[in-house]
C-alpha cells in the first residue's frame, strides 16, 4: 500500500482546509482531520446477519461484497463511506456539525465513525447501520469515560 498511499492536504485561496490520508485514484477518505476543529475515523462494522457488512471476516466473498456494493451506490444513490468523510471535512465547520452530518447521512453499508474535537468532552463513536443511528458512545470524563476503544463489532 505505502506506492499508492500518502498524506495530503487540501487549501482553498491559499488557507489549509483539512488533511487526509489517500489513496491514489480515491475521491474519498477513511481518515482526516480539519485542523483545530475535529478528525474522523471510519472502522467496518461487522453485522453477522449480513455478509456484505463484514466480507474480511469471510475472504472468499471480498470481491463480492465490494460488486455488491459498488451497486448499491449506483441503485440507492446513497455516498460511499470515504465521500461522506470527505464532505464532513469540506462542509463542517465544528464538531457538533460534523457528527450530526455523520449520524444523519444514509449509506451504502454499516459502519463506526470515530469523532474526536479539540474541546473538553469531544469525542464519540457512531455506530451507523445503512439506514440509521444504531449507537453513540461519547467520552464523559465527569462519570469516568475519559477513553473509547473501537472494534469491527458492536458493543452488546
Known amino acids: ?21 489517500l489513496l491514489a485514484g480515491m475521491v474519498g477518505f477513511i481518515t482526516g482531520e480539519k485542523p483545530g476543529v475535529f478528525a474522523i475515523s471510519a472502522n467496518n462494522r461487522a453485522d453477522s446477519t449480513k455478509m456484505e457488512d463484514h466480507p474480511f471476516d ?3 466473498h471480498d470481491v463480492e461484497a465490494f460488486i455488491r456494493n459498488a451497486i448499491e451506490i449506483f441503485k440507492s444513490h446513497r455516498p460511499s463511506i470515504p465521500w461522506v468523510i470527505r464532505e464532513a471535512l469540506k462542509n463542517s465547520k465544528s464538531y457538533d456539525e460534523a457528527v450530526t452530518y455523520l449520524a444523519e447521512t444514509k449509506l451504502i453499508t454499516s459502519t463506526f465513525y470515530i469523532v474526536s474535537g479539540v474541546k473538553p468532552g469531544e469525542g464519540c463513536v457512531l455506530a451507523l447501520t445503512k439506514d440509521d443511528l444504531y ?13 473509547l476503544v473501537q472494534t469491527n463489532y458492536d458493543r452488546d
Request: charge should be neutral.
Open 1 to 21: 500500500m505505502r506506492a499508492i498511499s500518502f498524506n495530503g492536504e487540501i487549501y482553498q485561496n491559499g488557507t489549509l482546509q483539512y488533511r487526509a490520508n
Open 58 to 60: 469471510h475472504p472468499i
Open 135 to 147: 449507537g453513540k458512545y461519547s467520552l464523559d470524563a465527569d462519570n469516568g469515560i475519559w477513553y
